[in-house]
C-alpha cells in the first residue's frame, strides 16, 4: 500500500486535467481532482463552447437575408438574448454534469473547492489534507486586463457569457483570437462593434494575410476596425448612465455601453501555494516544465494553459494524456507541436496549420505560395458579399506542403483534415493528384496550379 493517500491529485476540473486524471484511473492508478467552480474549466463554461454556441446564434442574422436569394421570405426576425443564454447555460450545465459521470465513471474522487500546494507531495482543500504521489497543476489561465484607468468599467470574456443583456454599442480591445470572434458573435447579433487594435493586422503570429483578408470581411459585415490604436482610458457616463466613454490613444472618444478587453490571458497560478512547494516560475508566471511536463519539483507536474505553450484544449487534453501514460503506463506517448491546426470562430472563420508563409520564409531558402479568392458558390444566389481566401506555403525544393491557411465558411472543419495531409509530409505534387470534391469551397485547396508571384 502506497504511503500516499493518492497516487495522482489534480488540481484544476479543466480539459486537461479531467482527461489526465480519467486516463491514470483508467491505468489502475488512485486519481483525485479538485476543482473550486463547474467541472469543465474555460472550454466548457467560458470558452470554446458557449463562445460556439453563440457564434451559430450570431451567423442566423446573415441567414435570414441570404435566404431571400434562395426564394424564402422570412418574417419579422427579433433576438432575444435572454434566450440564448438561457439555452446556452442548459447546454453547459449538461456538459458540467457529462464531466461528472466521466470521472465517476472513472472512480476518480471529486474534491469541491480551491486547493493549495502545501509540500512536494500535499494538498490542500477546504482545511483538509490529501497526500499524493504525484501532484498535476492543471489550474488553466485567466484574463490579463491592461492597467489603463478605468479598467474596471470594462469587461473580459468570462462576463461576455453572463451579460444581463445585448450591449447596444460595443468597443473591443485586441486583435487576437477572442477579441475577433465575440466582436464577431456581438456583431451578428446586432451590437453595434468598434475593434481597437494597436497593431497592422489582425491576428498576429498566424499568416498576415488571414488577418488583413479578415479585417476586409469583418468590415464589410459592419464592423469598425481601428488599426495602430489603444484605449488609454475609460470614463463613466454619470450618475445612472451605462455610457463609458473611451478614450483612444489616437486622441478620439468613443461612447460605448460595454468595453470588452480581449487583451490576452495568464497562467493562473496565483495562490496556489507553488512557491511553498519550489516550483520554478516562468518570468510570465506560468509553470516551467521540462519535456515530461514535469516541474522542477520531481512529484509537481504542470499541463495546459498554465504552462503558457500552446492555450488550446486539444493541446491539453494531448499533453494529459502524455503525463497519465508516462505515469502510469510505461510512459509511451509522445506530443508534437508541429503542425497542430487551429481555427478562429471569427465571421468569416479563419482555418490554419503548419507555418505562415513569414516563418516558411526564415527556414526555407524557396518558398512558393498558392493562394486562390473567391466567392463561395452560395453567395452566387444570397447576395452576401462575403469572399473566401485560400493559402498554400510550399518548400520548392523538397515540395512539401508546409501550411495551408484560409478565412471562409467552415474553415476549421476544412483545416482539420488538411491537417493530417501536413502530419503526413504530404507534397504539394500529392495535393495536386488528390480529386477535388465538386462543388465545395475545400476543392479549391487541390486544384490551385499557379504560384503567386
Ligand atoms: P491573444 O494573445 O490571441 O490576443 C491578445 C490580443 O490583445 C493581441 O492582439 C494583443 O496585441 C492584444 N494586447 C495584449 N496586451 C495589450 C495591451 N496592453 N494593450 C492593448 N492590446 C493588448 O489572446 P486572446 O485573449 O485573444 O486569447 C488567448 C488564447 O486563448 C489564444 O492565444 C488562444 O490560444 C486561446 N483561444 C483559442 C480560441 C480558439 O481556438 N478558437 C478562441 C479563444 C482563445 P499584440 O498582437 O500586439 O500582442
Redo the contacts with the bound molecule.
Sequence with gaps: MSQYDYDLFTIGGGSGGVRASRFAAQYGARVAIAESKDLGGTCVNV??IP?KLMSYSAHFHEDFVDAAGFGWTVGDSRFDWAALIASKDKEIARLNGIYRKILDGARVDIIEGYATIEDAHTVSVNGKRYTAAHILVATG?R??V?AIPGKELGIV?DDFFHLDALPGRTVV???????V?LASILNGLGSEVTLV???KH????MDSELGVFLAEEMRKKGMSILFEN??EAIEAGGAGSRVKHVRLSDGKTLDADCVLF????HANTAGLGLDRAGVTLTDKGAVKVDGNFTSSVQSIHAIG?VIDR????PVALAEGMVVAARLFHNGERSLSYDNIP????SHPNVGTVGLSEEDARKKFADVRLFKSEFKALKHTLSGNAERTFMKLVVDAQSDRVLGVHMVGADAGEIIQGFAVALQCGATKAQFDATIGIHPTSAEEFVTMRTPAA
Aim: net charge positive; hydrophobic share 35%; charged share 15%.
Design positions: 470558452g470554446c463562445k489561465g484574463p490579463s491592461p470574456s480591445l485586441g486583435g487576437g483570437y477572442i477579441a470572434e487594435y494597436r497593431g489582425l491576428l498576429r503570429g489603444n484605449i480581449a487583451t490576452g490571458r494553459d500552446i492555450a488550446l484544449t487551429t481555427a478562429v470562430f
